[in-house]
């Protein structure tokens, strides 16, 4: 079992940055891919981006292409993304994933957490 807290999110004007947290717990950290998922209102789930250190595994979704970073520190089991240049239709809650194979399809997602709001104002 593999428990997923996010943290970070909030409100920021257009142009601002975030930094969203995950931190997890319970299996073997490293051996998991974990990631970002977003979901406005109305709107399906989209995925943002994903990692997995053992096979240096980092895939990206079109809203975060150029614009955000994922990275982790495994020592304190915890995966963060990065978002600049935030724009408002960035507005979305944001999902932490995992799962033991790399993904970029939420249909591939194990474990989820409860999600953390980011609302970006123009």
């Known amino acids: 079992q593999v428990q997923l807290v996010e943290s970070g999110g909030g409100l920021v004007q257009a142009g601002g940055s975030l930094r969203l947290s995950c931190a997890a717990s319970g299996r073997t950290f490293s051996n998991y891919a974990v990631g970002w998922f977003r979901q406005a209102p109305g709107k399906e789930r989209e995925f943002v981006a994903a990692?997995?250190?053992?096979?240096?595994?980092?895939y990206y979704g079109d809203p975060a292409k150029g614009r955000f970073t994922i990275s982790t520190d495994i020592g304190k089991n915890t995966v963060y993304l990065q978002m600049n240049s935030l724009k408002p239709e960035d507005t979305a809650v944001y999902y932490c994933?995992?799962?033991?194979?790399?993904?970029?399809?939420?249909?591939?997602?194990?474990?989820w957490g409860q999600g953390t709001q980011v609302t970006v104002s123009s």
């Open positions: 994933a995992a799962s033991p194979i790399i993904f970029n399809d939420k249909n591939y997602v194990q474990y």
């Open positions: 990692i997995k250190r053992s096979g240096g595994y980092i």
